[in-house]
Nanobody, 124 residues
């Protein structure tokens, strides 16, 4: 059974940094990070294709970086200068289809493989 396993969540102070990781049991060309805060809809954070071309959401521009290590089947999310609005559970996701990829960042329903999530708590 295919699995995505996130790690790296925890408590971080406002303005601090955190790096999340997601290990996939098999390689996937199209992967992404989503997040969901209590009472809110799940939203896309960033997506990346197999060649490393990526896209992040507007709220993450200049603060978050998505990257991957294909040799390790691992996806990363570097979070810098976090704000209280970043407090959420972060999920790793993958698509069965290679394309489209980045254009599906706004559509959680288009992603068919999900991890269990890792919680990020932002403290002041």
């Amino acid at each position: 059974q295919e699995r995505l396993v996130e790690s790296g969540g925890g408590s971080v102070q406002v303005g601090g940094s955190l790096r999340l990781s997601c290990v996939a049991s098999r390689s996937r060309a199209c992967m992404a990070w989503f997040r969901q805060a209590p009472g809110k809809k799940r939203e896309g954070v960033g997506a990346i294709g197999v060649e490393g071309v990526s896209r992040v959401a507007d709220f993450a521009q200049g603060r978050f970086t998505i990257s991957r290590d294909n040799g390790k089947n691992t996806l990363y999310l570097q979070m810098n200068n976090v704000t209280p609005e970043d407090d959420a559970t972060y999920y790793c996701a993958a698509r069965s289809f290679v394309s489209p990829c980045l254009d599906r960042l706004r559509s959680p329903g288009a992603w068919d493989i999900w991890g269990q999530g890792t919680m990020v708590t932002v403290t002041s």
